[in-house]
């Protein structure tokens, strides 16, 4: 064969020989590059619950263990949902550690048919407390801060009364015992004022009592612990909350700002008015506070939360976080006050760090309750029984509130009363939940 075929070949050869290397080399890469892109798209967080979950969840009714009349409060319920004053509304129940009850009543809008279900988000209100007490109780259990620390110190814009900013403490804050009168320039935030600006002036009003010795409920003063969270991680409160617990704990729809909720593709719109209403305007104006009032969420994420409360995700909420938390700190003698009509089962109520302790029948149950303009939310839980109920509605209506009494009375089994005011319109009225606002 002659030398220049010889050579010829031998370039083909090469040719070929580079050509494969470089479609292997093509393989390799988007091999792994798809394979990439599939293992993200599979590592995006799901949104929503199915109705195979749902049917789960149902299932876990008629667990032998269970004390809870599913059927006979879903009935309720139903009627509930009918009284011209209630919109919507969704309910999550947690009997001995596990979600068995989660269901969606109502509209999210009056007269459209759009139904609520267990993927509508809806607001927190007041319930957003217990959020920014866990947090701050989880970075000191870090050596971050100390609970007994001058509220001044990781929150400047804090100004009280003698400048007792200086005594009160991180505790103080979370308890609501600056020694201000109840609150105190939510007025004020509620027109628009900044509420650092806010924070600042209460220097200006009269101090009611010496901080930690008194107990009066506050919004603008309390959010303080948003401004704490932010020094002492340089982030934003918003995204430390989502990072170190609602992300971990799984809760997918559990945000802090107006965007998120009106961009939900199922949300709740509020309402002050009833069925024959309609939709009042969403502010940013508790979103400003954070800490105090600013969480949306789905019954589905605040059902999670509230197992979290009860000891069940300790790698995020350790024992000795919800202990800080859940101990009782100061008397609230107007609670009980306002609890009244419910003597027979609220005997004694207190306050611990973002939440409410209240003596149920003589057991010692978790509990707050939420409200903003058009929004209403409950959280009621017995620790000791990994049991509890939380609920969230779109309307003014109190009516609902009478849930977590019949759900308690079934958990204890108490003999069953009407607390939801169905069978007749003479059950006991609901308080007005603390922290109600715009």
């Known amino acids: 064969m002659p030398a220049g075929s010889r050579s010829l070949k031998s370039n083909k050869f090469a040719l070929s020989l580079a050509g494969a290397a470089l479609v292997l080399l093509f393989l390799i890469w988007a091999g792994t590059h798809i394979s990439l892109h599939l293992g993200s798209a599979r590592a995006q967080p799901k949104v929503g619950i199915s109705a195979a979950e749902i049917a789960t969840i149902s299932d876990r009714q008629r667990a032998s263990d269970s004390v809870v009349d599913y059927g006979r409060l879903d009935r309720r319920l139903q009627a509930v ?26 509209e999210t809008v009056a007269g459209s048919g759009d139904p609520v279900t267990v993927n509508t988000v809806f607001r927190w209100g007041s319930v957003s407390k217990g959020v920014a007490a866990d947090l701050l109780a989880l970075l000191a259990g870090e050596g971050r801060l100390s609970l007994n620390d001058p509220a001044s110190k ?12 200086n ?39 009269n101090a009611i009592c010496p901080p930690g010795t008194c107990w009066a409920y506050q919004n603008v003063a309390y959010d303080s612990a948003s401004e704490m969270v932010e020094r002492l ?14 992300l971990p704990l799984g809760m997918r729809t559990a945000t802090l ?78 609670e009980t006050g306002r609890m009244r009509k419910f003597r027979e089962r609220v005997r004694e109520t207190s306050y611990g760090l973002g939440w409410r302790i209240y003596d149920y029948a003589g057991h ?67 308080p007005e939940p603390e922290g109600s606002g715009g």
Do not use: C
């Open 364 to 430: 010692r149950v978790i509990a707050h309750r939420g409200g903003l303009k058009g929004y209403r939310s409950l959280i009621m839980f017995d620790p000791a029984l990994k049991s509890g109920v939380v609920a969230l509605w779109n309307s003014a209506s109190n009516k609902p509130g009478g849930l977590e009494f019949e759900v308690m009375d079934m958990l204890y089994r108490l003999p069953p009363k009407d607390w939801l005011g169905v069978e007749s319109d003479n059950a006991p009225e609901q």
């Open 167 to 205: 005594v009160a403490t991180v505790a103080d804050v979370l308890s609501h015992r600056l020694g201000l009168f109840s609150h105190a320039n939510d007025s004020k935030l509620e027109d628009g004022v900044d509420p650092h600006y806010l924070r600042m002036s209460l220097a200006q009003l």
């Open 233 to 246: 991680t340089g982030k934003s409160y918003e995204e430390v909350v989502r990072q170190r617990l609602f």
């Open 154 to 165: 990781y929150a400047s814009s804090l100004r009280l009364p003698n400048g007792a900013e």
């Open 81 to 106: 949902a009918q009284k011209p004053d209630v919109v919507g509304l969704a309910v999550g129940i947690v009997e001995d550690g596990q979600i068995r009850f989660l269901k969606g009543y109502g």
């Open 257 to 334: 700002n107006r965007n998120s909720l009106v961009t939900s593709p199922s949300w709740a719109r509020p309402h002050v008015g009833g069925k024959h209403s309609k939709p009042v305007e969403v502010t940013d104006i508790y979103y400003r506070v954070p800490a105090a009032g600013g969480v949306n969420s789905t019954i589905m994420d605040m059902a999670i939360w509230l197992q979290a409360q009860m000891g069940l995700a300790p790698a995020v909420l350790p024992q000795k976080v919800l202990d800080a938390v859940q101990q009782a700190r100061v008397r609230t003698p107007g």
